[in-house]
């Protein structure tokens, strides 16, 4: 075997963001040499894009919020496909979790009596979003950052993951990558690992995620031999920008409509009122005026259209844009200009007046803004145990959207950041428990780190072949036109051979130039990573043939209570790697204790 660079831990956590950086804090903790890999720099994580808040029912605002409602907005807004363990556990600790946070230094908004503020987000029935602004997300990382940098955790900045790599007795041992800025490989290797890898949307043509959420994380488990469920839950947040070209697939907080903003078509209809039911719709004005007034007098109301659940919000969209009454440019109207003074816009939504004026020359205070679904979060993901975050594979963790459960087939706003402190701390603590439990220096096959060096160089050496370029566009016009926000078996079926055949042109990737910061093999690292999750993503999506929540099959458009019982459950088995196939299989879901059941037949 080559001489590599390698490190060896006793813990190694792949992903520096909320969930990455909070169970490398809790490992560190116990006194366990600890690591953080990520693949950008470190701190730019997409937890910085959470803006609007993070969910937990401390009762700030509404003093009868408390986890027993927070667990039952979780799991119907998942619609009861989330493991409810994962549920309980989250709406029970996420209050602690923030006030952890706020002790290690994380300024909040305040009321008027010095508590944490919240704000309303969609599907959550009381305002539980504890926020700084509109930069929730940033000042999570900031204070999870400084707490990691004080207790002297290691960091390896812009390393690439390759692989996950098992010891003889089939327990993840280790990981081989490269440097970004050399291209020089390195290999780790630890007594317990913790995925927390973020997501997936890079495989689509908009999106809302940056150039890191190409799956690595989803696949290397799969390649790993671990589970992986409801990979057919993708998440398109309602309001992407779409116009202009310069921000296209930029997020617009859920905070926009929860601080007044709201949705109108290209006649100036507030159109969300025509998707929900009846009581909320203003049917008997004659004037667009009264309507307005009407809806305003309703506006208190904690089930107001304009903050239902994000796959509700989405698909009421695509139906306003398929029947012709959509924005110019395909998306429709977010407007909070006629709604808020300037003032009160640029203080409560700082970070999204900026950055619009700035990179788009659009004044969010003055003139509305074009928004539509973009791909944002992926709700499936390893299957873990809810208390310790272990994978399917012995010494293997996940947390955070990398991990699939607590979330169902829709997650609500503002949870996925209490859910990065929740099982990013979990995990944390179940790597510790099993890393201070196994005996021996983890060990790993050198022949194995060869073959994957070796695959890694292959575009390389190879002359005339295909620009990875050309395939990453194919793989997302593949993904955006056939497993997009509405699908259907044919064009799903269409998806799998298109994928079959990118696969079979993936083998044949040519790359120019040496190792040293060239982004067109960088790329082409990425794309094997992207292939197996977007195969895995359609065949969950062919498998459930119902639509339930960010999962919508216009050729079985209501949901099945049969499929309602079941996960889709996808592995490799006897071969693995990017070539090897994946099977799928619906499992039972965990059965749910009497009284958390009755909590869902309460406050109706």
């Given amino acids: 075997m080559s001489e590599y660079e390698s490190h060896q831990y006793d813990i190694i956590v792949i992903g520096a963001g909320g969930a990455g950086l909070r169970a490398a804090i809790e490992a560190q903790g116990r006194g366990l040499r600890t690591a ?7 701190g730019k994580a997409h937890t910085v894009m959470a803006e609007g808040g993070v969910a937990a029912a401390m009762g700030n605002v509404y003093p009868e919020d408390n986890w027993k409602v927070h667990f039952r907005d979780t799991m119907r807004g998942g619609k ?10 989250h709406a029970q600790e996420a209050p602690d979790r923030v006030h952890e946070l706020e002790a290690w230094g994380a300024l909040f908004d305040r009321t008027n009596d010095g508590r944490i503020t919240q704000r309303d987000f969609g599907g959550h029935r009381y305002a539980r979003l504890a926020h700084v602004g509109d930069r929730t997300g940033l000042e999570m990382i900031r204070t999870l950052q400084q707490k ?7 960091v390896f900045m812009e390393c690439k993951i390759l692989r996950l790599l098992p010891d003889a007795q089939g327990r993840i041992s280790g990981a081989v990558g490269y440097w970004r800025a050399t291209g020089e490989f390195v290999t780790f290797t630890a007594k317990a690992f913790v995925l927390a890898t973020g997501g997936i949307g890079k495989s689509w043509m908009y999106t809302s995620n940056s150039w890191e959420s190409t799956g690595d994380g989803h696949a290397m488990a799969i390649w790993a031999g671990a589970d992986v469920i409801e990979m057919e839950s993708v998440q398109f947040h309602p309001t ?13 907080t859920e905070g926009v409509r929860g601080d007044g903003g709201v949705l109108r078509n290209s006649e100036g209809t507030r159109f969300m009122f025509n998707y929900v039911a009846p009581m909320f719709r203003a049917e008997t004005a004659e004037t667009e005026e009264e309507a307005d007034r009407w809806y305003d007098d309703h506006a208190n109301n904690r089930r107001t259209p304009a903050l239902l659940p994000r796959d509700e919000v989405a698909r009421a969209i695509n139906a306003e844009v398929k029947a ?5 440019h395909g998306g429709v109207f977010l407007d909070i200009a006629s709604r808020r003074s300037a003032e009160y816009i640029r203080r409560r939504l700082p970070s999204m007046y900026t950055q619009f004026k700035e990179l788009a020359g659009v004044d969010i205070t003055a003139t509305p803004m074009e928004v539509g679904p973009t791909c944002h979060y992926m709700m499936g993901g390893v299957r873990v145990d809810a ?16 991990a699939g459960g607590m979330h169902g087939a829709n997650r609500l706003g503002g949870n996925s950041l209490s859910d990065l402190l929740v099982f990013g701390r979990r995990a944390g603590i179940g790597a510790a428990d099993y890393a201070e439990g196994r005996t021996g220096d983890p060990e790993v096959d050198g022949a194995e780190i060869e073959a994957i060096v070796a695959e890694a160089l292959a575009p390389l050496g190879r002359n005339g072949g295909e620009s990875p370029y050309d395939l990453h566009r194919d793989l ?13 078996g044919p064009e799903l079926e269409e998806a799998l051979e298109k994928l079959g055949v990118l696969r079979e042109r993936s083998e044949n990737l040519t790359v120019t130039g040496g190792r040293v910061y060239n982004p067109a093999w960088n790329l082409a690292t990425d794309l094997p990573s992207m292939l197996t999750v977007s195969t895995a993503v359609a065949q969950g999506a062919l498998a459930r043939k119902e639509s339930r929540g960010g999962h919508t099959r216009e050729d079985f458009p209501a949901a099945d209570p049969e499929l309602g019982k079941v996960n889709f459950v996808q592995r490799q088995t006897d071969d693995r790697g990017p070539d090897a196939p994946i099977i799928v299989s619906p499992e039972p879901l965990p059965e749910m204790p009497a009284e958390l059941r009755q909590l869902l037949e309460e406050g109706q």
């Fill in 80 to 89: 009861l496909l989330n493991n409810w363990r994962m549920a309980q556990l």
């Fill in 476 to 488: 997302q016009e593949t993904m955006q036109t056939l497993v997009g926000i509405i699908r259907t």
């Fill in 324 to 328: 012709g009454r959509g924005s110019p």
């Fill in 240 to 252: 992407g920008m779409v116009w202009p070209l310069s921000v296209r697939g930029l997020l617009v």
């Fill in 148 to 154: 990691a940098v004080s207790m002297d955790i290691d």
């Fill in 36 to 42: 953080l890999i990520c693949k950008s720099l470190f």
């Fill in 387 to 402: 208390d310790t975050e272990a994978a399917t594979v012995p010494g293997l963790f996940a947390a955070g959207e990398v």
